[in-house]
């Protein structure tokens, strides 16, 4: 929940800087972020794909690893190249926009350690609800 509004008040600062704009402007540079958001897992993905082949060259025949190892490489190669097609001013903009939920992730990740040690109560939200008899 906390992710989904701090997201929320990113994008709209965002929207902010292109006021001036006209709506397909604005429209634009929300698609072009949204797949630049997207592509950064994908070639992720892709690389972890091939890190896991080499890792693990006995699991995998000949054939089928090396059809592997290509299907990745170009995953990897077309995240990059759409990446690079978004645009610098994309580019800058998503960077900041991704760097910026990296203390979401740490107090998210704080607060479900504060809980699982037991040293802070559980919201009531994810407790259980209790039946008045």
Do not use: C
């Amino acid at each position: 929940m906390v992710g989904l509004v701090v997201s929320s008040v990113l994008v709209s600062g965002l929207m902010l800087l292109y006021y001036t704009q006209g709506l397909v402007q604005q429209f634009n540079f929300v698609i072009l972020l949204a797949t630049l958001t997207t592509l950064v897992p994908y070639a992720y993905t892709a690389a972890a794909q091939l890190v896991m082949l080499f890792a693990d060259r006995e699991r995998f025949q000949v054939r089928s690893f090396a059809l592997h190892a290509a299907i990745a490489l170009l995953a990897f190669a077309y995240a990059v190249w759409a990446i690079v097609g978004a645009g610098t001013d994309v580019i800058a903009k998503g960077f900041v926009l991704l760097m910026a939920g990296i203390p979401v992730y740490v107090f998210l990740k704080w607060r479900a350690a504060m809980h699982a040690a037991g040293q802070q109560p559980v919201p009531a939200a994810i407790t259980k609800p209790t039946v008045a008899a």
